[in-house]
């Protein structure tokens, strides 16, 4: 099962990373930097889970989502499989930041899209 998903949400302010998370960030330092895109101003990136848009061709992904245990906490037969994968594209405006998320499952997802 693939499930795209993508979402527009105000932009209000930078909020830092929580202290509490500090550790953790040092083990999977993983960064992503979404690109300002002053083409998308005037909504015009439709939200309707269509991934194939112009305005996302030239986005890159993010690096592939992991069990949150990491390999090392994680037993090996508790991990998910090879056919589970997630990763995600993210890019902003003025007034939004835009994100569409790619998940890919070995099991029935249900999933409800409505506008």
Same mark, same amino acid.
């Given at each position: 099962?693939t499930?795209? @998903? @993508? *979402?527009? +949400? #105000?932009?209000? !302010?930078?909020? %830092?990373?929580?202290?509490?998370?500090?550790?953790?960030?040092? +083990?999977?330092?993983? &960064?992503? &930097?979404?690109?300002?895109? %002053?083409?998308?101003?005037?909504?015009?990136?439709?939200?309707? @889970? /269509? &991934?194939?848009?112009?305005a996302? *061709?030239?986005?890159?992904?993010?690096?592939?989502?992991? /069990?949150?245990? !990491? %390999?090392?906490? *994680? %037993?090996?037969?508790?991990? #998910?499989?090879? =056919?589970?994968?997630? =990763?995600? =594209?993210?890019?902003? /405006?003025?007034?939004? +930041?835009?994100?569409? @998320?790619? +998940?890919?499952? /070995?099991?029935?997802? #249900? *999933?409800?899209?409505?506008?």
């Amino acid at each position: 099962t693939t499930t795209p @998903a @993508a *979402a527009r +949400l #105000p932009i209000t !302010g930078f909020v %830092p990373p929580s202290p509490q998370f500090q550790f953790h960030n040092s +083990l999977h330092p993983n &960064i992503y &930097i979404a690109p300002y895109n %002053p083409q998308t101003t005037n909504n015009s990136i439709e939200i309707n @889970a /269509d &991934i194939d848009k112009p305005a996302w *061709a030239q986005i890159p992904w993010s690096s592939e989502f992991d /069990d949150i245990r !990491g %390999p090392d906490d *994680a %037993p090996p037969h508790d991990r #998910p499989s090879n =056919k589970c994968q997630t =990763k995600f =594209k993210m890019q902003w /405006d003025e007034e939004y +930041l835009y994100i569409l @998320a790619l +998940l890919h499952s /070995d099991m029935e997802v #249900p *999933a409800t899209y409505t506008t």
